[in-house]
Nanobody, 125 residues
Framework: QVQLVESGGGLVQAGGSLRLSCVAS????????MGWFRQAPGKEREFVAT????????NYADSVKGRFTISRDNAKNTVYLQMNSLKFEDTAVYYC??????????????????WGQGTQVTVSS
């Protein structure tokens, strides 16, 4: 069993930055890959970024490439999402998720085994 707790969301102006954190407990984070997804009101949950268990492989949605960076610190069982140049359309609830596949290529929600409760990110235009 893996428990995931996100933090770092909030209200920010367009063009600003936020850093989300996700702390994992229950099993060593080095055993699984991690991903970030988001869901805006009335929309489906969408892939944002993923990182392999080692941290060597990352992948991003086209909409966030060059603006968001995913990273991890296995010693702290924590994965981060640095979000820069935020846009109004980045407004959503952001979820972290753990995948036992751990390859750093998983982009579909069904490829993930555990989910956090989410943290709200609101970007004002």
């Amino acid at each position: 069993q893996v428990q995931l707790v996100e933090s770092g969301g909030g209200l920010v102006q367009a063009g600003g930055s936020l850093r989300l954190s996700c702390v994992a407990s229950g099993r060593p984070s080095s055993n699984y890959g991690m991903g970030w997804f988001r869901q805006a009101p009335g929309k489906e949950r969408e892939f944002v970024a993923t990182i392999s268990w080692s941290g060597r492989i990352t992948n991003y949605a086209d909409s966030v490439k060059g603006r968001f960076t995913i990273s991890r610190d296995n010693a702290k069982n924590t994965v981060y999402l640095q979000m820069n140049s935020l846009k109004f359309e980045d407004t959503a609830v952001y979820y972290c998720a753990a995948s036992f596949r751990g390859l750093g290529v998983e982009q579909r929600p069904r490829e993930y085994d555990y989910w956090g409760q989410g943290t709200q990110v609101t970007v004002s235009s």
